[in-house]
């Protein structure tokens, strides 16, 4: 019984989470590189009243935006929605490298396994690197500059308020130019 309680708090706490972080305005430029999810990867629900549990993602390539060898899977909603919560994950090979880049909104990173090595600033420097391991939560500030690097085969869970965009702090580490 107690079990019970404990899945049904958590989820309890996991929903109002969602509905809490649902208010940003989330007004971005449309030209910028949007992340969007396939027509059957929304998973939200009409209801903020709603509670889902999904175990299984579909994962695959990330975006063009990413350099290769990354996988994406949508968790909930649409990433390219402008003032919606999304949630996504994202497995990087290790040795992976994502360049210095900002985001439009606030970004939520969690990290489900691996090693995650996050720096900020707008120049990739490996000495700035600090590691993140399974279970550690960062947070990263609207238009920060920041950057990472993977150690080991990595599992990320970033959540936010769409769009979810990325722009390169330089233009030649855009793998889509």
Known sequence: MSSQRLKLGTALIIASLIVACSDGDGGANATQNRLTAPADADRSSSSNHDVHHHTQFDFGPAPAIFPPGAQFAVVQGDPSAVG????????????????????????????????????????????????????????????????????????????????????????????TK
């Open 84 to 175: 919606k919560v999304f949630t996504v994950r994202l497995i990087f090979p290790s040795g992976y490298i994502l360049p210095p880049h900002i985001h439009p909104e606030e970004e939520h990173v969690t990290v489900l396994r691996g090693t995650f090595l996050a720096g900020m600033g707008p120049d990739f420097a490996k000495d700035s690197l600090t590691p993140l391991q399974t279970g550690d939560f960062i947070t990263v500030p609207q238009n920060a500059a920041h950057f990472a690097k993977t150690r080991g085969i990595t599992e990320v869970q970033v959540h936010g308020i769409g769009p979810f965009q990325l722009t390169y702090v330089h233009p030649e580490d855009d793998p």
